[in-house]
């Protein structure tokens, strides 16, 4: 089992930034890719950015160059650091794992709004 904790969330106005963080505990050996995706009101979850444990990387063609996904390996932590947010980028993102025996696992979620 995995649990996924977020935090991080906020209010911001356009064109600030904001850093989400996801800590990981249970069997945490077993993961092999973490990520997050995000859900807006009456939208579909949809991914925003995944690293594995190759540390390979890919992002949602509406976050590149704007956000950075990344790993602390010693506190079990993923980031997502959220640079120049624009008001579509409101949402509720929640952290993502799989392991390696193909199990998936979300946590809570944690509010973005972007708002002038």
């Known amino acids: 089992q995995v649990q996924l904790v977020e935090s991080g969330g906020g209010l911001v106005q356009p064109g600030e930034s904001l850093r989400l963080s996801c800590a990981a505990s249970?069997?945490?050996?077993?993961?092999?890719?973490m990520g997050w995706y995000r859900q807006a009101p009456g939208k579909q979850r949809e991914l925003v950015a995944r690293?594995?444990?190759?540390?390979?990387?890919n992002y949602a063609d509406s976050v590149k160059g704007r956000f950075t996904i990344s790993r602390d390996i010693a506190k079990n932590t993923v980031y997502l650091q959220m640079n120049s947010l624009k008001p579509e980028d409101t949402a509720l993102y929640y952290c993502?794992?799989?392991?390696?025996?193909?199990?998936?696992?979300w946590g809570q979620g944690t509010q973005v709004t972007v708002s002038s």
């Open positions: 993502h794992s799989s392991t390696r025996y193909s199990r998936v696992y």
């Open positions: 249970g069997s945490i050996s077993s993961i092999v890719t």
């Open positions: 690293i594995t444990d190759g540390s390979s990387t």
